[in-house]
């Protein structure tokens, strides 16, 4: 073994990347460095033994392979590594899957990206700052990649920068969906899955729906983007029939999307040699845009009604909906927000809230969902009105597709019971 390699995993030494480095810095190449580290390393090495800290490192070298060649990977000390990567358009650390797997233990990695020329002109600069990055990533929520840019950008930038960056949104593939269970109360099974947009940034990281839906709706990107993602959920139904017989996907539809001329013939076409489908998708429609143009939403849920596509509606209680409008329009569930979760079981009023909103979907033959759920108190104290499903952190997280479809409603019960012991 070459004397300037880790002994461990045949990774180069640092000293082999500060000459490596300073040759790029030399011939003005761009690159971007990469430093990773393991998340909760030492307490892995605490409570499973050093040599499942080993097997980690070399894991995690052996991953860090398939992303570029391992001449320019570098273990600096204990579970740092540092990557070089001067095409950084080809892949990168953000095709990482979110978990890895090292003999049955799950682990997950956290890491920064300096790039130069733009972040710092020297080698010891752009060490520190890929460092800061990696520590910035660790603290805020660990599992994450953050840039030295990030962190000093403010939120207005970031508003700026969705903005800017809306249209490369979908050509870049910064696009990806994760899929919330929602559980039925009395079969006590996943019922169905809400399904929720997520922006994978190479530069903030992952950015909130809260943040880029409502600049994708002003700038009519959100066409192009629920789109793209009814064509995934048809592709989803697709490959699991089986599971999805008895189960069905959510989709939050932005009224600009319902109201645009294209957007039924566009459901229509993409569904036609697979209709059967469209019974398995729910629309959440949010209340508040439900009574601005409400003889034309009226005519648009028949539409989507008699492809066989049901709806609800959603945030239901925020958006001073009148009973009298409500009455006639047609839907099929009410999605109770979760501020009338977030203080029971001791807010008086938010139960009043909850006891009008059960009866009025009793009298009106709506399913309902309750979202938001967070702990075994609320869930008990909601237990009293018979609402038909459950969603919220307490059950799941939203979660990839493939841990979505394989988790199973028993495990959830069996985790939450523990919890709720606690
Ligand atoms: P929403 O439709 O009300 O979706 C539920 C939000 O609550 C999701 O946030 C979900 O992650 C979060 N959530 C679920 N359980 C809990 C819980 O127990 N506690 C708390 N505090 N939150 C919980 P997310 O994914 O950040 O989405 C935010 C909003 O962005 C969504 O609110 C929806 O209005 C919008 N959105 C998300 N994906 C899409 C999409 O594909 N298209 C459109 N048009 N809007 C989307
Ligand atoms: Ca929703
Ligand atoms: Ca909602």
């Not at 943040?211 to 066409?223: L, N, Q, R, Y």
């Not at 029939?241 to 069905?248: A, H, I, K, L, N």
Request: aromatic content about 12%; proline content about 3%.
């Amino acid at each position: 073994m070459e004397k300037n390699r880790d002994y461990l995993t045949n990774a180069h030494s640092r000293n082999h990347m500060i000459d490596k480095l300073k040759e790029l810095i030399g011939k003005k190449s761009w690159f971007h460095l990469y430093c990773v580290d393991v998340d909760s390393f030492r307490k892995a090495n605490r409570l499973k033994g050093f040599q499942l800290g080993d097997a980690l490192l070399i894991n995690l070298f052996q991953n860090l392979c398939a992303l570029c060649p391992a001449s320019v990977i570098f273990r600096s000390h204990g579970d740092q590594f540092f990557m070089i990567i001067e095409e950084p358009h080809k892949k990168t650390l953000l095709d990482f899957p979110d978990c890895f797997d090292c003999q049955g233990y799950n682990y997950t990695v956290s890491s920064g990206l300096a790039r130069y020329p733009e972040s710092a002109s020297t080698w010891k600069d752009l060490i520190l700052y890929s460092e800061f990055a990696k520590e910035k990533a660790k603290a805020s929520k660990g599992n994450s990649l953050l840039t030295y840019e990030d962190i000093n950008l403010e939120k207005h930038e970031l508003h700026d920068y969705v903005e800017k960056h809306i249209h490369h949104f979908l050509k870049e593939n910064w696009f990806y969906l994760l899929f919330q269970p929602i559980i039925s109360v009395t079969e006590k099974k996943i019922e169905g899955y809400e399904v929720l947009m997520r922006w994978n940034d190479p530069i903030y990281g992952v950015i909130s729906p809260n943040v880029f839906i409502p600049i994708a709706e002003d700038s009519g990107m959100i066409i192009p983007l629920t789109k793209k993602l009814l064509c995934e959920c048809k592709r989803i139904l697709l490959s699991s029939p089986c599971y999805f017989e008895s189960r069905y996907l959510a989709i939050n539809i932005s009224v600009i999307d319902l109201i645009s001329d294209g957007f039924i013939p566009f459901l229509a076409d993409l569904f036609q040699e697979d209709e059967a489908l469209l019974a398995k998708l729910e629309f959440e429609i949010t209340e508040t845009y439900c009574f601005k143009n409400f003889d034309l939403l009226k005519e648009k849920f028949q539409q989507l009604q008699s492809l066989g596509i049901k709806i609800s509606i959603d945030d239901f209680g925020t958006g001073f909906s009148s009973f009298e409008k409500l009455a006639n329009l047609n839907f099929n569930r009410i999605k109770i927000d979760q501020v009338f979760i977030r203080n029971l079981p001791d807010s008086e009023n938010d139960l009043l809230i909850l006891h009008s909103i059960a009866s009025l979907a009793k009298s009106m033959s709506l399913k309902t969902t309750v979202e938001g759920v967070m702990n075994h108190h609320q869930q008990a104290c909601l237990n009293q009105f018979c609402f038909n499903s459950y969603q919220g952190y307490y059950f799941a997280k939203p979660l990839p597709l493939n841990e979505a479809l394989s988790v199973r409603a028993e495990d959830i019960e069996r985790k939450c019971k523990l919890r709720s012991k606690k």
